[in-house]
């Protein structure tokens, strides 16, 4: 079966992009009408409760747990398929419904102890905020299982875009009452995120009386019996995984709020734009090449090179983003945020942080994607050991660096885990499971290095040099920002060329179908 991650990966990239900018556009609407204090540290705080159980347990845990059986039961035809999917929403809704519920009432206790650098006031509009967006989180987390299992059926239009929901409807809130209270502010994303949920499940139907077109069938180990016990062996270290990785986020964010007012806010606006480009390119990639490396999981020589293929197409974008965004970091963050209460001081303070979060911007991408090839190949706890000497450097990192840097060193620290857990979840695939062709990936990386240092060069000086004939509105900053772009990304094309890495890039080669298995 000939299948090609090129057209889904751009509809995913280009509804990704739209729903981000919507992201976007509401973080600089509420950093224009609050400034960097106390209500955006509380809000951008509660938010990323919503963040992290999404990331916890849909992609972390769920996802790459329920995708691999759900496609051999559907793609075998099995009537098990839907009801395998009805017990793991109903068994997520019962739990994360009891969890939430306990959270809500206990949320006046633990907050002071997670931010215990927040005065009262932030501290209560903390909980406020959290008392609604706890409930939307969960919400948010059954829409992203019911998301993943139509990108299984080759469904991502709409998976893409519903994010953008809560955004549009603060949007919303934002205009018609500016300078709105934190917790109607909070409700109405809650419910935008309950949205999410109605909107994707009639889909879900949709696709079920469709005939099914998707990826060919996965084998089935014979010692896991049951579709519910597989996914459950799955799910264990996953969730185990995915928890531990969120404690990074809370390990940065105490040092932060022990730092002074405002540096959360600022930690957080950084890197949201520091990530935009690691979602658009590595995330939009992963949500498409998952399903494909699940299926070929058992054709060892076809699962490599769609593996490599997808590294090759994932390096140079985020390489030139991490020129741009190291090379004039001030101008980006000038562009998203600097208007309003949110001053020209906050936005020098906010660009040192996003140049230091972008130092980890390509490795973190490849990583990322290398986590789904482990999940692909279902070893879920190979990058257990791996969490764990990131998160052990991490602590040690975060606190020397906080020390001498202050919420710079958070940063820097942030991006050197990236590298040191990306090398090491390469080693795995290297040693464990062959299914990394790590000398290609090195000459590909040699090869846009001279190209990522000259277009970063290159950005930094023009940017300098514009900064002070044109001036600094609005029309000056977009001008100022095209002439960077456009400057810089022709250096890196043309020295990209002259290192022997062609900017062309092939599509992706079609894999023939899987031969028929004997049980088959």
Not at 7 to 23: E, F, S
Not at 213 to 236: E, F, H, S
Request: hydrophobic letters at 60%.
């Amino acid at each position: 079966m000939a299948y090609s991650v090129q057209r889904p990966a751009i509809v995913v990239l280009v509804l990704t992009l739209g729903a981000n900018a919507l992201n976007y556009l509401r973080d600089a609407v509420l950093a224009a009408q609050y400034g960097a204090g106390p209500a955006t540290d509380a809000l951008f705080t509660a938010l990323l409760a919503p963040t992290i159980l999404q990331q916890m347990l849909v992609v972390g845990t769920l996802a790459p747990a329920v995708v691999p059986v759900y496609l051999e039961l559907h793609s075998r035809r099995q009537p098990g398929a839907r009801r395998f999917v009805i017990h793991v929403l109903t068994g997520t809704l019962l739990v994360l419904g009891v969890a939430t519920g306990l959270a809500v009432v206990s949320l006046p206790r633990w907050v002071p102890v997670i931010l215990p650098g927040f005065d009262a006031a932030t501290q209560r509009l903390t909980v406020q905020a959290l008392q609604f967006l706890l409930p939307g989180a969960l919400c948010l987390v059954l829409a992203g299982v019911v998301g993943v299992l139509l990108n299984a059926h080759q469904r991502f239009a709409w998976p893409a875009f519903v994010p953008a929901l809560s955004s549009l409807a603060a949007l919303v809130v934002l205009a018609r009452v500016p300078g709105a209270d934190i917790g109607l502010l909070a409700l109405v994303m809650a419910l935008a995120m309950g949205l999410e949920l109605l909107v994707l499940l009639p889909l879900l139907a949709a696709a079920w009386r469709r005939p099914y077109t998707g990826l060919p069938a996965v084998g089935r180990p014979a010692w896991l019996a049951t579709p519910l016990r597989r996914a459950g062996v799955l799910a264990m270290p996953l969730l185990v995984y995915a928890s531990l990785a969120q404690v990074v986020t809370l390990i940065e964010r105490t040092f932060a709020s022990r730092l002074g007012e405002g540096v959360v806010a600022r930690l957080t606006l950084a890197q949201k734009a520091s990530t935009l480009p690691l979602f658009l390119v590595a995330g939009s990639l992963a949500v498409v090449l998952f399903p494909r490396l699940a299926a070929l999981s058992d054709h060892p020589t076809d699962f490599r090179r769609t593996l490599s293929d997808g590294l090759r197409m994932t390096l140079p974008p985020l390489l030139l983003c991490t020129a741009w965004l190291v090379g004039a970091s001030r101008l980006w963050v000038a562009i998203l945020y600097q208007r309003g209460a949110f001053s020209a001081a906050d936005t020098a303070q906010t660009a040192q942080l996003l140049a230091g979060y972008a130092l980890g911007l390509t490795t973190a991408g490849i990583g990322a994607i290398l986590l789904k090839a482990l999940h692909a190949r279902q070893d879920v706890r190979s990058p257990l050991w791996v969490l764990v000497v990131t998160l052990g450097s991490y602590l040690v990192l975060a606190g020397v660096l906080s020390r001498a840097l202050g919420a710079a060193g958070l940063a820097l620290a942030l991006s050197a885990i990236s590298v040191i857990s990306t090398l090491l979840l390469g080693l795995v695939l290297v040693v464990r499971h062959h299914s990394l062709a790590v000398r290609r990936l090195i000459g590909h990386l040699l090869r846009l290095l001279p190209a990522t240092l000259a277009a970063m060069a290159v950005a930094w000086a023009v940017e300098g040099a514009l900064a002070a004939t044109l001036g600094t509105g609005f029309a000056a900053l977009l001008l100022r920002a095209a002439a960077v772009t456009i400057s810089s990304g022709l250096v890196f094309v043309v020295c990209a060329q002259l290192c022997g890495f062609g900017l062309l890039c092939r599509p992706l080669r079609p894999s023939p179908a899987p031969a028929p298995t004997a049980s088959e």
